[in-house]
Each structure stands twice: as C-alpha cells, then as structure tokens.
T-cell receptor, first 111, second 114 residues
Framework: DQQVKQNSPSLSVQEGRISILNCDYT??????FLWYKKYPAEGPTFLIS?????DKNEDGRFTVFLNKSAKHLSLHIVPSQPGDSAVYFC??????????FGKGTRLHILP | KAGVTQTPRYLIKTRGQQVTLSCSPI?????VSWYQQTPGQGLQFLFE???????NKGNFPGRFSGRQFSNSRSEMNVSTLELGDSALYLC?????????????FGPGTRLTVT
C-alpha cells in the first residue's frame, strides 16, 4: 500500500521556466511533508518542508504548496536551472515520526 | 560539521552470506534511520534508532536488523543475503527533538549480491 505517490516518473522542463512536481498521499494523519533532491551517487539532500497546518512555504526559488482536502502537495521551482536536474522525492511524516517516501520524479532541465 | 558517513561505499557479497553496514551520524544527531533504495521502489524505510533504541520499524523481514551505539553510530546487518537485497542502503541522521524532521543522508552503501 503506497501511502505517498509520485505519479510522474519523469518530467522535462525548459531552462528558465517553472517546474512543478506533484505528490499525492493517502494517510490523513501525516502532519509534516518534505521534499528531497538526489543526484546520482549521492544521498538525498533536504530541500524544503511544510507543516500540515500551513498551505504554502517558500524558500528562494522553491515553493511547496499543500492542499489537505485533496491530499496533494506540489513543489514549484522557478526559474528552473540546469543544476535542478535530479530525482526529487516527496516524503511525509506520520504521528509516530516515521518518514514515508514516494518513488521519486526525475526532473530534466532542457537547455 | 562533518556530514553523515557510511562505510563501506561498495560491497559485493554472495547469496547466503551476511553483511554489516556502518553509519556515523552528524555530531549531535541522536536519531539514525536506514533506508533501502532500489530502482522503481524509491526509498523504503527499514528502521530508526534513537538513543540506542529502535523507535520505528518498516516492513522488512527479520533478516534485516540494526543497532545503535552510545555515540549514536549505527550498524545494520543483513543475514542470509538474497539476490533481491541488492540495493543502495542509505543512512540518515536528524536532530530529533528540535521540531525539525529534516534528515541528512549519507552517500549510501551500494550492495551487490551475486
């Protein structure tokens, strides 16, 4: 039973445009959400997070939106840069502090 | 501050053998979690240790075990290796108790079972 779903395995975006990565979840008890970026041969690195009591969090070029009624969150990257090409993982924390990851979306930034 | 370190980085084992992987968290971090990453499956949670106690456990068979030492360093052990255990094993540490749940990952140990 996959509680955190990233339905797009890959996404290609032109450099300078907006990248939107989506994530759906099924467990309404998740109270904290995170996005990680992963380059090949490296561990994931934390990007941005959002508490379930908020609907938006912004950090530089990265903004995460949370729609609790739809059990959906998205990561917006604007403007997209070549170094943003990586695999992005959505993750959610339950009340027991267990972190559940999605399968990831590979983002390709096109020149 | 030094990051999370994992040893070894690469490992080749034969079916039926056992393996021990090591993780040193960021100094001051008391929580250490282990994940298995395989193509198409994302990161699957194995277990989390906090203050030498297993606090959370994922849905993996008992062949997968771990422990944490008083200095927060952690090891995970896989016994009776199967071909399907070939994966990237990632360790992550976090400063639990601060209200922040961000985890800091090591580079991983690439395990190949032949």
């Amino acid at each position: 039973d996959q509680q955190v779903k990233q339905n797009s395995p890959s996404l290609s975006v032109q450099e300078g445009r907006i990248s939107i990565l989506n994530c759906d979840y099924t467990n309404s008890m998740f109270d904290y959400f995170l996005w990680y970026k992963k380059y090949p041969a490296e561990g994931p690195t934390f990007l941005i997070s959002i508490s379930s009591i908020k609907d938006k969090n912004e950090d530089g070029r990265f903004t995460v939106f949370l729609n609790k009624s739809a059990k959906h969150l998205s990561l917006h990257i604007v403007p997209s840069q070549p170094g943003d090409s990586a695999v992005y993982f959505c993750a959610a924390k339950n009340r027991d502090d267990k972190i559940i990851f999605g399968k990831g979306t590979r983002l390709h930034i096109l020149p | 501050k030094a990051g999370v370190t994992q040893t070894p980085r690469y490992l080749i084992k034969t079916r039926g053998q056992q393996v021990t992987l090591s993780c040193s968290p960021i100094s001051g971090h008391r929580s250490v979690s282990w994940y298995q990453q395989t193509p198409g499956q994302g990161l699957q949670f194995l277990f989390e240790y906090f203050s030498e106690t297993q606090r959370n456990k994922g849905n993996f068979p008992g062949r997968f075990s771990g422990r944490q030492f008083s200095n927060s360093r952690s090891e995970m052990n896989v016994s009776t290796l199967e071909l399907g255990d070939s994966a990237l094993y990632l360790c992550a540490s976090s400063p639990t108790g601060t209200g922040f749940y961000e985890q800091y990952f090591g580079p991983g140990t690439r395990l190949t079972v032949t």
